[in-house]
Structures are given as structure tokens and as C-alpha cells.
């Protein structure tokens, strides 16, 4: 319901002075979002890790590089190849230098026996055929195979020195050493060194490790320095700038979604893992799915969140279960996932290769727009998921049976925010079927079966676009949360690590919950002001800031904002404001519970960036800003 609109000028006399002091929520009057390194489309690829653990070598990657090219894989933009752990032999003592386990990696080995062992004939012979090359390391002294793959054949060698192969205290010569001299494009930096090495470990004693306090409790965010995780990746991030001067790179943050990493890891890398690593089970990938799927608005054009690599080809993934298979694509593909295959392509059955190469679906992850599905239908058995690709009459949807039963489905219109009534033409990205869904149209989905179609058809919103349909234009600079909780909603499976029950199994851990989101409060309920109800907009916490990437494409900015239905009935109110490129535009008086929506409507035409902030004294309210849009 339109109630009053304030325009600028007046709105100013309303401002209680001073009342609203908190600097973060100041406009920046800009797009502040942190752009470096090389990752405009989520990174695609293939990863050593999934296929051979530490257990890597030469002939295993070079022979998944030439398949990936003889396939056609590459040419579709599989282009990184990645070595994850085990290529390292020590640190040399004299100066430092990490040296290569060359009996593993031949070509490292230089002909004069004395001279420095290299990567470069390596990454040479990759960028020869197209491709670009990927490494590995840590944030801390040690990584996670000296801790969890003890009898690996591949682990560092040497004193407490030698087999201090991680970053720390060596980020600028390590860093410089991968990128300038041996001319790698991507580093993953793992967290095991920030984590697991505390002086009192067993292993540490055992194995004579270089003892670290540990920075990160993966189960307890409170026992967790999140500052100091963040500073020590935004150190690493910044020698990796300094010594690409071209920003030809990608920097993956593996820390598993602890820390906090939601919040600052677009600020500081090109992807940030959102959970623990993914095994090939089900259940596993639906947790892994979980802690990255309603996070659409942490995400976009050179910063993707990272639910871990593909497991298709393995377990429960593997040639007979193609079901599963193709649904962990489908869904790695719509939420703009890194694509990154862990499987020995050596002998890849062509089932396989044809999912990899589903062109269709990895058009969709790689569309320009960088617009993660956003989840707008949710149940614990099927879930819809829709991405807006950037031509804006063209969407992708995704609907995952995650059950164990067979689902019959209704796609609607309004799933799609396309206009009801209308033709809109489906095709299956699976099979090229076609389908004409007009209001409404049935499904019916096998077990764990995902099926994903293209949408076109004229839009719901013909003169503009709902701010929940492009994420990717959006940048939460910030979202309020002040007490960082576990997210309950994401799937909580057995403990891969044994499959037992034994104590009182893994409790939710990924502090995002809370946090901003698309067609949906922080929490999860619909977005509801006092009692109307919107199928469309953006819910997050008060004392937040986000910035909307206008491009001076706009005219209007408009949208019914207030607290949500779902918020403390006791709170304070909040005020609503929008900015044009720093200019306040905007604002509304303040709000309490149950307090109607207020329409907000403001003119921006030339604005390249539009402001949206939410200011309360209170902690934690719930603000929704309903069918929020930008107008031509
Ligand atoms: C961690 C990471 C994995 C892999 C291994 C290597 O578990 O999350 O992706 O890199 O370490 O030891």
C-alpha cells in the first residue's frame, strides 16, 4: 500500500540529527565492491584433488588437460587445470624456496641437477595447448594432507623447517615464486595450517610441526578470530595482485566457510568455500549445496561462492547413477558454482563428458550477467531455483527433487517472473525437449532427479527489473548481522569423516545465518509487511547498506519497505533510505512492527549506483524492501 512519498529536500527536516551515526552505513556514493583477478564467470576447470587425493603427477594431469582439449571441454571453457595438495617436497633452508617432488613432476627437474627445481616447462606446456594452470597451498605453516593424509607417499619432507610448506611467513616469496617465475594463473589457499596445529595436538608432537594457535574452531564461530583470518587472506589476496600486475588470476579461499567468510570473502578473493569438503554421497552434496544456495546476493561477477568441486563420475555420482550425477551439475551450474571436474579423465566414459559438456548448462553458469539462482520455492523434498541470464527475457530454472520419492511439481509463472498467460517456451537443457507453460504447468520428477530448463517469454515486470532477479548487479556492503549464528536450514548429513553416529552428530556450523536475501527474509519466511505479502524483493537486518549497480540504465527506483512481519514485535523503528550515486534521494520516517509498507519512490535517471539503507538503534530487525525495482 503507497502511503506517502518523501522526496529529498523534505525528508531532510524529518532527520533526527545525529540519531543515525554508524559510518558504515554512510553512502559510498560508488561501487565499492572489491574487483580483482581474473574471474568474470565462476572459474571452470579440473581440480587433482577429487580424482587422486595426494596421490597427483604429471601423467595424471597432463593427460586430463589433453582430454579436456581432445573432448572439447576446454574449448566449452574447462580451462583451468589445478594441482591441489601433494606436489611439494620441502622448503629449502638456505633461502627458503619451495622445491617440487620431481619424481612426481618430471619436468620440474632441471637438466643441470644443481639449479632450482621449476614449474615452468609445466604451466609452458599448458598455456602451448590453451589451457591455464592452477596450484595449491597454505594459509598457515602446514596443509591438510600432513594432517590428514599421513600415509600418503607424497607428504613434505625434511626437519620442522623443510615441512613448513605453507604461506606463512613467506606469502611475498611464495607467492611471487608461483605467479612471476613459474607462471601459475590460480592459487587455492587452504586453512588446515590456521586450524589444526595448535600446540597441544597430538600431531604436532608426533610429527614435530611447526605449533600454530589455532585461528579457526570450524564448530564454533564465537572461539573463531575472524579479523585475523580475514587479515591473513587479505595479505595473501595482496601480493597476489602485486605480483600480477596484468590481474590475470584467481584466488580461491578454502577455509570452508568458517570465519565468517561470507561477509568479507568477496572483499578479499574470487571464491571462498562455503563449507566443508564435499564427499560423493548425497547427503554430503546437499550440504555443500545448502551453505551456498540462498546466498545469491554475496555473489557476482568476479566473486563466487564455492560449494567445492564437482564429485560427477564418483560414489553415489559415478556412470550408474546418472541421476544424481546430472542433478549435482544442474545445481552447481545455477548457483554459479565454480566448475571445476575431479575425476580421472584418462578414462572418463563418455556419460560422463556428456554432462561435464552439457553446453546448455554451462552457458547458464557462465552467463555474463553473473545472476545466482535465487531459491523461490523451498521445501525440504523440492526446491525451485531461478537464475535471470542477462538477456533479461531468458531465464534458467531448476527444479531438485531432493527426496527420496518421486515429486509431481507445479511450475507457475510467477516462479519465473514471467508474465501470466502468456507463452512461455521451456527447453529441457537435458534432452532439448520443448514445453509451452502459460499460467502453470505439471512435472513429475523421479527421485533425486533435477530437471533444468531454459524459460523465455515476456517478462512479469515488462518496463524494468525486480532487484531480486539480478543479484549479480548487487553488492551487500552491509547486512547487519551483528551476533553471527549457524545457519540451521543448511542439510546436516552423518559425519562423512567414518559414517558414524557416535556422539551428537555435526551441528549446523556456517555462520550465515541472517544474512541478506533474495524473495526471502534473512530467516527464511516470506517477506510480509504487516500482513501483504511479497513474492518479490529483498529481506535483510537493519544497519545494512547495499549497493545496486543502476548503470544509468534506470529512471525509477521503487519499493514498499518496512519491518517484516517476521521481526521483534518489541524493536525500534527503522528508517529507510535511498541514495543516487552518495545524493540522498529518498527516505521514509520511521517504522515500526506493523506499520503498513511504505512506497518508496525515487527518480534516477543518469544514477550509476543506487544505496539502499536500513537504520535502526535495535539490533537486528527485520526489514524487508517489497517488489523492490529499477524502472526504465
Ligand atoms: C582440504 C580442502 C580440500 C583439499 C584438501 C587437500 O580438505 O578443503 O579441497 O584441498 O584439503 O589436503
Known amino acids: 500500500?503507497?502511503?506517502?512519498?518523501?522526496?529529498?529536500?523534505?525528508?531532510?527536516?524529518?532527520?533526527?540529527?545525529?540519531?543515525?551515526?554508524?559510518?558504515?552505513?554512510?553512502?559510498?556514493?560508488?561501487?565499492?565492491?572489491?574487483q580483482a583477478g581474473n574471474a568474470a564467470t565462476p572459474p571452470m576447470g579440473w581440480n587433482?584433488?577429487?580424482?587422486?587425493?595426494?596421490?597427483?603427477?604429471?601423467?595424471?594431469?597432463?593427460?586430463?588437460?589433453?582430454?579436456?582439449?581432445?573432448?572439447?571441454?576446454?574449448?566449452?571453457?574447462?580451462?583451468y587445470v589445478n594441482i591441489d595438495d601433494g606436489w611439494w617436497l620441502k622448503r629449502r633452508k638456505s633461502d627458503g624456496r619451495m622445491v617440487i617432488r620431481t619424481q612426481i613432476f618430471?619436468?620440474?627437474?632441471?637438466?643441470?641437477?644443481?639449479?632450482?627445481?621449476?614449474?615452468?616447462?609445466?604451466?609452458?606446456?599448458?598455456?602451448s595447448m590453451g589451457l591455464k594452470a592452477g596450484i595449491y597451498s597454505d594459509a598457515g605453516y602446514n596443509a591438510c594432507s600432513q594432517a590428514y593424509d599421513l600415509h600418503s607417499p607424497n607428504l613434505p619432507e625434511g626437519d620442522t623447517a623443510e615441512r613448513s610448506v605453507g604461506l606463512y611467513g613467506h606469502v611475498d616469496q611464495d607467492i611471487a615464486l608461483y605467479f612471476k617465475e613459474w607462471g601459475f594463473d590460480y592459487i587455492?589457499?587452504?586453512?588446515?595450517?590456521?586450524?589444526v596445529y595448535g600446540p597441544d595436538r597430538e600431531i604436532v608432537a608426533k610429527y614435530q610441526y611447526q605449533p600454530f594457535p589455532p585461528l579457526i574452531d570450524s564448530q564454533s564461530i564465537g572461539r573463531t578470530d575472524v579479523a585475523k583470518v580475514k587479515a591473513i587472506y587479505s595479505d595473501i589476496g595482496a601480493a597476489i595482485a602485486k605480483h600480477n600486475p596484468d590481474g590475470d588470476y584467481v584466488f580461491s579461499i578454502c577455509n570452508w566457510g568458517t570465519s565468517d567468510v561470507r561477509s568479507w570473502g568477496n572483499e578479499v578473493g574470487n571464491l571462498w568455500r562455503t563449507s566443508g569438503d564435499i564427499t560423493p554421497t548425497w547427503s554430503r552434496m546437499l550440504h555443500t549445496f545448502d551453505s551456498a544456495s540462498t546466498r545469491a546476493l554475496y555473489a557476482r561477477p568476479g566473486a563466487w561462492n564455492d560449494p567445492d568441486m564437482l564429485f560427477v563420475g564418483h560414489g553415489d555420482f559415478d556412470a550408474n547413477h546418472l541421476t544424481e550425477a546430472k542433478s549435482h551439475f544442474s545445481l552447481w551450474a545455477m548457483i554459479n558454482a565454480p566448475l571445476l571436474i575431479g575425476y580421472d579423465l584418462r578414462d572418463a566414459p563418455q556419460s560422463l563428458i556428456d554432462?561435464?559438456?552439457?553446453?546448455?548448462?554451462?552457458?547458464?553458469?557462465?552467463?555474463?550477467?553473473?545472476?545466482?539462482?535465487?531459491?523461490?520455492?523451498?521445501?525440504?523434498?523440492?526446491?525451485?531455483?531461478?537464475?535471470?541470464?542477462?538477456?533479461?527475457?531468458?531465464?534458467?530454472?531448476?527444479?531438485?527433487?531432493?527426496?527420496?520419492?518421486?515429486?509431481?511439481?507445479?511450475?507457475?509463472?510467477?516462479?519465473?517472473?514471467?508474465?501470466?498467460?502468456?507463452?512461455?517456451?521451456?527447453?529441457?537443457?537435458?534432452?532439448?525437449?520443448m514445453t509451452?507453460?502459460?499460467?502453470?504447468?505439471?512435472?513429475?520428477?523421479k527421485a533425486r532427479e533435477t530437471l533444468v530448463f531454459e524459460a523465455a517469454g515476456p517478462r512479469a515486470l515488462a518496463n524494468g527489473m525486480y532487484l531480486s532477479e539480478i543479484p549479480g548487479r548487487i553488492h551487500v556492503a552491509e547486512d547487519g548481522i551483528v551476533v553471527r549464528k549457524p545457519d540451521p536450514t543448511v542439510h546436516q548429513m552423518i559425519s562423512?569423516?567414518?559414517?558414524?553416529?557416535?556422539?551428537?552428530?555435526?551441528?549446523?556450523?556456517?555462520?550465515?545465518?541472517?544474512?541478506?536475501?533474495?524473495?526471502?527474509?534473512?530467516?527464511?519466511?516470506?517477506?510480509?509487511i504487516s500482513g501483504q505479502k511479497f513474492g518479490s524483493g529483498i529481506g535483510v537486518l537493519s544497519n545494512s547498506r547495499m549497493e545496486v549497480?543502476?548503470?544509468?540504465?534506470?529512471?525509477?527506483?521503487?519499493?514498499?519497505?518496512?519491518?517484516?512481519?517476521?521481526?521483534?514485535?518489541?524493536?525500534?523503528?527503522?528508517?529507510?533510505?535511498?541514495?543516487?550515486?552518495?545524493?540522498?534521494?529518498?527516505?521514509?520516517?520511521?517504522?515500526?512492527?506493523?506499520?503498513?509498507?511504505?512506497?518508496?519512490?525515487?527518480?534516477?535517471?543518469?544514477?550509476?549506483?543506487?544505496?539502499?539503507?536500513?537504520?535502526?538503534?535495535?539490533?537486528?530487525?527485520?526489514?524487508?524492501?517489497?517488489?523492490?525495482?529499477?524502472?526504465?
Request: charged share 25%.
Open 106 to 127: 618430471p619436468s620440474a627437474q632441471p637438466k643441470n641437477k644443481k639449479a632450482d627445481t621449476t614449474f615452468r616447462p609445466f604451466t609452458d606446456k599448458l598455456h
Open 496 to 528: 562423512p569423516w567414518g559414517g558414524s553416529t557416535r556422539g551428537p552428530g555435526e551441528r549446523p556450523s556456517y555462520a550465515g545465518w541472517g544474512g541478506a536475501q533474495a524473495d526471502s527474509t534473512p530467516y527464511g519466511q516470506v517477506l510480509q
Open 436 to 445: 509451452i507453460l502459460s499460467t502453470e504447468a505439471p512435472f513429475k520428477l
Open 1 to 34: 500500500m503507497k502511503r506517502f512519498i518523501i522526496a529529498a529536500a523534505a525528508a531532510a527536516l524529518l532527520m533526527a540529527p545525529g540519531a543515525w551515526a554508524q559510518d558504515s552505513l554512510k553512502p559510498a556514493g560508488k561501487w565499492t565492491a572489491h
Open 355 to 433: 554432462i561435464w559438456g552439457n553446453a546448455g548448462l554451462v552457458r547458464v553458469n557462465q552467463d555474463s550477467g553473473g545472476n545466482q539462482a535465487v531459491l523461490v520455492h523451498d521445501t525440504d523434498d523440492v526446491q525451485i531455483f531461478v537464475k535471470t541470464l542477462s538477456d533479461s527475457n531468458t531465464k534458467a530454472v531448476a527444479i531438485f527433487n531432493r527426496g527420496v520419492a518421486d515429486a509431481e511439481v507445479t511450475l507457475t509463472a510467477e516462479h519465473l517472473k514471467l508474465a501470466d498467460g502468456q507463452d512461455i517456451k521451456l527447453t529441457n537443457l537435458w534432452t532439448g525437449e
Open 188 to 195: 587455492k589457499v587452504d586453512a588446515c595450517g590456521l586450524n
Open 48 to 79: 587433482s584433488w577429487n580424482a587422486f587425493r595426494t596421490e597427483v603427477d604429471e601423467a595424471k594431469v597432463m593427460g586430463a588437460a589433453q582430454k579436456l582439449v581432445d573432448t572439447g571441454l576446454a574449448k566449452l571453457g574447462y580451462r
Open 549 to 632: 549497480k543502476a548503470g544509468k540504465a534506470f529512471t525509477r527506483f521503487e519499493a514498499s519497505v518496512g519491518v517484516d512481519d517476521s521481526g521483534r514485535t518489541d524493536g525500534q523503528g527503522v528508517k529507510f533510505i535511498v541514495y543516487g550515486d552518495g545524493r540522498k534521494l529518498g527516505e521514509t520516517g520511521e517504522l515500526v512492527y506493523g506499520t503498513a509498507a511504505v512506497a518508496l519512490s525515487v527518480d534516477i535517471t543518469g544514477v550509476e549506483v543506487v544505496e539502499l539503507v536500513a537504520k535502526s538503534a535495535t539490533e537486528e530487525q527485520v526489514v524487508t524492501w517489497g517488489d523492490a525495482k529499477l524502472l526504465k
